[in-house]
């Protein structure tokens, strides 16, 4: 668990670091790498997470009610972060405050990190996909996904702050969320004031969120309908490095 909190934590310091030594951020390299993530996320959430979730036992109507209000809870968060998540660069810092950005990223940040936990997964059958965790796979995932999430805040906070000690303080909040939600979910798993049902909600809530990003991401990597061979074969490879995963861990 600790080294997860770990890479978590780094997969947002480190590059915030750089954006701090290294500027302008190359944008173009930014959006080929976010494509990959965006792939990998959305093929590890079909593949894994939503077969995991109906094999948990959980009524099936429920579990899909669940994911589309994550679905749609990310659509609002999304409104508020102005799509830092997305990996977006606001150079003239438009939109809302960097507060209101720092709080919806946090939120998100800290549902996705309460999947994380293996708790949840040993307490199935053997012959359930839940046995096998998902920890690493879903770790790559999430710490993919937060790479660019962290270059784009980085790159907004110094902008709209012009302090870097104050945006690396802020930086910092987003990088402590997912750890945080980590945390709260192993605690919980291990607590009998709240019932596994209520850990399964969590995977489904964040299912959904995980699908509205991985699909914004592909819908915005082509902006006029027209297949770009090169973020194409991105996505591709990003969508068999988690099939990969998925056939390794």
Do not use: C, R
Request: glycine content about 6%.
């Amino acid at each position: 668990m600790w080294i997860n909190v770990t890479i978590l934590l780094l997969s947002v310091i480190l590059p915030g670091l750089v954006v701090l030594k290294v500027s302008p951020v190359n944008e173009k390299n930014l959006k080929f790498f976010l494509v990959f993530a965006g792939a990998y996320l959305f093929s590890m959430t079909v593949i894994h997470l939503v077969p995991d979730l109906f094999l948990s036992g959980a009524d099936p109507f429920n579990l899909g009610l669940y994911i589309l209000i994550g679905f749609f809870v990310q659509k609002v968060l999304e409104n508020f972060s102005n799509g830092v998540e997305h990996g977006h660069i606001h150079h003239h810092g438009h939109g809302y405050s960097v507060g209101y950005i720092l709080v919806a990223l946090a939120v998100h940040s800290f549902l996705e990190g309460t999947i994380m936990t293996d708790s949840l997964h040993s307490n199935h059958a053997p012959d359930s996909v839940y046995s096998h965790g998902s920890s690493p796979k879903i770790l790559l995932g999430i710490v993919m996904h937060k790479i660019p999430a962290a270059f784009a805040l980085m790159a907004l906070l110094v902008i709209q702050l012009k302090n870097k000690k104050k945006a690396l303080t802020l930086l910092l909040i987003f990088a402590l969320s997912s750890p945080l939600g980590l945390l709260t979910s192993e605690y919980f798993s291990h607590s009998a004031a709240l019932p596994e049902s209520y850990l399964i909600v969590f995977f489904a809530i964040v299912t959904g969120s995980f699908l509205q990003i991985s699909t914004t991401i592909f819908i915005e990597s082509d902006p006029h309908h027209k297949l770009d061979w090169k973020k194409f074969s991105v996505s591709i490879l990003g969508a068999l490095a988690a099939v990969l995963a998925q056939l390794s861990f």
